[in-house]
């Protein structure tokens, strides 16, 4: 199972409303857990190694750090009233820089009016620096992403009216 589809599961259980969903394949063991108490959803990525028959100890499985999706209660609401804007998601996986350096202005802000390929962020992945460009032409309405944060793949950057 590669990120694509686990990225997607979670998608899935989130917007189904189920308590908890098990997957368990040949050496992956993979939990998403929704709390409706605080309308969050974990996920929690198991991969065991595989037992030796030789070893009558138990091996203890790798866990890495639960992924975070927060289901917002308003999102309805919300989606119906940003389904008039388009939103620029990340193409890649990496740190985003509303800045092409330190010393120089920031590519857009909110209410500025953008063409179609023109720049408005740049990703940082491996010590590269992606510049990502518009795909449509109109009026920044709003900067989902901090400067200097973490993205992940697919996440949305900006909303643009394309009116």
């Given at each position: 199972?590669?990120l694509?589809?686990?990225?997607?599961?979670?998608k899935?259980?989130?917007?189904?409303?189920?308590a908890?969903?098990?997957?368990?394949?040949d050496?992956?063991?993979?939990?998403?857990?929704?709390?409706?108490?605080?309308?969050?959803?974990?996920?929690?990525?198991?991969?065991?190694?595989?037992?030796?028959a030789?070893?009558p100890?138990?091996?203890?499985p790798?866990?890495?750090?639960?992924?975070?999706?927060?289901?917002?209660?308003?999102?309805?609401?919300?989606?119906?009233?940003?389904?008039?804007?388009?939103?620029?998601k990340?193409?890649?996986?990496?740190?985003?820089?509303r800045?092409?350096?330190?010393?120089?202005p920031?590519?857009?802000?909110?209410?500025?009016?953008?063409?179609?390929?023109?720049?408005?962020?740049?990703?940082?992945?491996?010590?590269?620096f992606?510049e990502?460009e518009?795909?449509?032409?109109?009026?920044?309405?709003?900067i989902?992403?901090?400067d200097?944060?973490?993205?992940?793949?697919?996440q949305?950057?900006?909303?643009?009216?394309?009116?």
């Amino acid at each position: 199972m590669d990120l694509k589809e686990i990225q997607n599961l979670i998608k899935f259980v989130a917007n189904s409303g189920v308590a908890e969903v098990k997957l368990e394949m040949d050496d992956v063991k993979i939990t998403i857990r929704t709390t409706l108490e605080t309308n969050v959803t974990e996920a929690t990525y198991v991969q065991q190694l595989p037992a030796q028959a030789a070893l009558p100890q138990a091996v203890v499985p790798q866990q890495t750090a639960p992924v975070v999706v927060n289901v917002s209660a308003e999102a309805p609401a919300a989606a119906v009233e940003d389904s008039k804007f388009i939103t620029i998601k990340s193409p890649i996986i990496g740190t985003f820089y509303r800045k092409p350096s330190p010393d120089k202005p920031v590519f857009t802000e909110v209410g500025s009016t953008v063409a179609k390929g023109d720049v408005l962020c740049v990703i940082e992945a491996m010590k590269l620096f992606n510049e990502i460009e518009s795909e449509v032409s109109g009026k920044i309405v709003k900067i989902l992403v901090d400067d200097m944060s973490p993205v992940e793949f697919d996440q949305p950057l900006f909303l643009v009216d394309p009116s």
